[in-house]
């Protein structure tokens, strides 16, 4: 099955940008729409972004209009380009191959983002923003 290799985590002073990259073994959209999701300790995994195969792109509320996900169909790579970052965007963010059944949009999905059978999810990059 697909294997996902995150990269890009970091830190940076509020206002700053961080781009992440989320590299496949295989071209997962037959089976998988992509996104990216982040945990802050404690707290429940929470819905980003999310891509479909065709381009199509939503986004959870708290991040429209600084968050953009992107993909490269040729290498499989899917980006999470992240600009006007708050302290509140602190956490670690995963990419997600997420079963075709739960695509939805980001809202949505974390009704079902606990479920075992949900996604194949990658290692994790952990994101700090300062203020």
């Known amino acids: 099955h697909v294997e996902l290799v995150e990269s890009g985590g970091g830190s940076v002073q509020s206002g700053g940008s961080l781009r992440l990259s989320c590299a496949a073994t295989e071209n997962p959209y037959s089976d998988y729409c992509m996104g990216w999701f982040r945990q802050v300790e404690g707290m429940q995994r929470e819905g980003v972004a999310v891509?479909?195969?065709?381009?199509?792109?939503t986004y959870a509320d708290l991040v429209k209009g600084r968050f953009t996900i992107s993909q490269d169909s040729g290498k499989n790579v899917v980006y999470l380009q992240m600009n006007s970052l708050k302290p509140e965007d602190t956490a670690m963010y995963y990419c997600a191959a997420v079963q075709r059944a739960f695509c939805y949009t980001p809202a949505a999905m974390n009704y079902w983002v606990d479920r075992s059978d949900f996604a194949i999810w990658g290692q994790g990059t952990q994101v700090t923003v300062s203020s």
């Open positions: 891509i479909e195969g065709d381009g199509t792109t």
